[in-house]
């Protein structure tokens, strides 16, 4: 039988309550999938208490969730390495059970991940899932992008071979060195959006990388809520939140974190109550919590940002499981995702499967995902500019209720096309074929 190890540091964790982002929910998403096959012997290796599926390993000892979404950065760059090494030794120690010519492992996770260039060399091909391009991220919010990604990585190259590799902080080598290890070790590399298989190219280069990268865009799973219990919940919030059919309502929903751009549909809406284009009655709900690392100052900033509106109403329901995800987004007349960084945009998918029409900065995710029949996209020439580019999108938006409700239906339809099952499916056949070629090459070699 077939074996195929799936690590995943957040896999383990009750996404309902945990606020770890969308390459938690698609490693949980893609564990429950795998669990279905009758022919694939799984082992999933995460950190949480909750076992995602049959065969799940919780590594290292010690870890939870309580204490996983409050760490530092530095906190959490422990956490990265004591998962890493547990992870690797754990895949390592099991060689007499897991053939590399009968097994595969799938990473969930970059920085985070087992120590690849050991799997390497012991014979295990490696598929790497790209959730969050690490070094992209890293220049975007601790940079301000002053250098392009292939440039930053390049220039690191070089510091790197000026002295020896101990003297750099472990964060950078968890965001540098980490993701040159993923490039050079993985047997195929699975990234959800074309525009970050091209940054990723661009700074690294391999010559072979179309034949071991893929474009797989994750699309979206079935709601599993009671659409009776929602709609009659909505009911509810509209008396609650006092929303009348003259209410204009837009939603944002995503983990409370800096490179989500939270400060800067705030500040877009500051811009119309200044100009006089704030309509009448408008409420922005902004759904989530505060991520961990730099989460809860960043609420902080946001709540002020909020008290500062003087027309527009602001609420924090706070983090929604799906059920009252389902409850909110029939609320909306338009979904914004401002975000500054975003490598796929699993919540705008899930807003249009809810028939949401969509407003978004022109982030990795939406070059592939949005289209002009739901949605529209705000290019960030610089972050001083993006405010006034969304406060223009959405004073054109929000006055055309007959326009939006349109876009929708678009929407829900363009959702309906892009089912997760698939996307599941494609990346356990991309993997699983790899132990067909090692098997092949081992034939050859003989």
Not at 317 to 326: N, T
Not at 413 to 429: D, G, I
Request: aromatic share 8%; proline share 5%.
């Amino acid at each position: 039988m077939t074996t195929l190890v799936f690590v995943g540091s957040h896999l383990g964790y009750p996404m309902e309550k945990t606020p770890l982002g969308g390459g938690a929910m698609v490693g949980l998403q893609l564990a429950r999938a795998w669990a279905k096959e009758r022919d694939l012997d799984l082992r999933l290796l995460g950190s949480g208490s909750v076992a995602p599926a049959p065969g799940y390993v919780r590594l290292p000892e010690g870890a939870g969730e309580e204490k996983l979404v409050s760490l530092s950065e530095l906190a959490y760059a422990r956490f990265c390495r004591r998962f890493e090494n547990a992870t690797t030794e754990w895949i390592l120690n099991r060689r007499n059970g897991l053939d590399p010519k009968r097994a595969v492992v799938v990473v969930n996770d970059v920085s985070e991940g087992p120590t690849l260039s050991r799997l390497h060399d012991a014979g295990f091909p490696i598929v790497s899932l790209w959730h969050v391009d690490v070094v992209d991220y890293f220049n975007r919010m601790y940079l301000k992008h002053i250098v392009a990604p292939e440039r930053l990585t390049k220039l690191y190259e070089r510091l790197r071979t000026l002295g020896p590799g101990k003297m750099m902080p472990d964060v950078l080598k968890l965001v540098f060195e980490k993701q040159r290890e993923t490039v050079r070790c993985s047997s195929r590399m699975i990234f959800p959006s074309r525009m970050m298989a091209e940054t990723i190219n661009r700074c690294y280069g391999p010559e072979d990388f179309q034949n071991r990268g893929a474009v797989v865009p994750w699309g979206v799973w079935p709601t599993t809520a009671d659409m009776k219990i929602a709609a009659a919940e909505a009911e509810g919030l509209r008396a609650h939140y006092q929303i009348t059919p003259k209410t204009t309502v837009l939603m944002t929903l995503s983990r409370i974190s800096p490179e989500k751009g939270i400060h800067l549909l705030l500040e877009a809406l500051r811009l119309l109550e200044a100009k006089g284009s704030a309509n009448e009655d408008l409420c922005l709900f902004i759904c989530g919590e505060a991520a961990f690392m730099q989460g809860a100052s960043y609420m902080r900033q946001v709540r002020k940002a909020a008290a500062r509106l003087k027309k527009v109403r602001v609420f924090f329901p706070g983090y929604l499981a799906d059920q009252q995800k389902q409850a909110y987004y029939r609320l909306a007349h338009l979904f914004v995702s401002p975000s500054v960084h975003d490598s796929y945009g699993l919540n705008i998918v899930e807003a249009m499967q809810a028939g949401l029409p969509i407003l978004a900065s022109d982030h990795y995710g939406v070059q592939d995902i949005l289209k002009e029949s739901f949605g529209r996209k705000v290019r960030y020439e610089s972050l001083k500019q993006a405010p006034a580019g969304l406060a223009a999108a959405l004073e054109k938006l929000v006055g055309d209720r007959v326009g939006l409700a349109g876009m929708g239906e678009h929407a829900r339809r363009a959702a309906a096309a892009s089912p997760f099952e698939r996307a599941a499916a494609t990346v356990l056949s991309q993997s699983l074929s790899l132990i067909k070629e090692s098997r092949a090459a081992a034939a050859v070699s003989r």
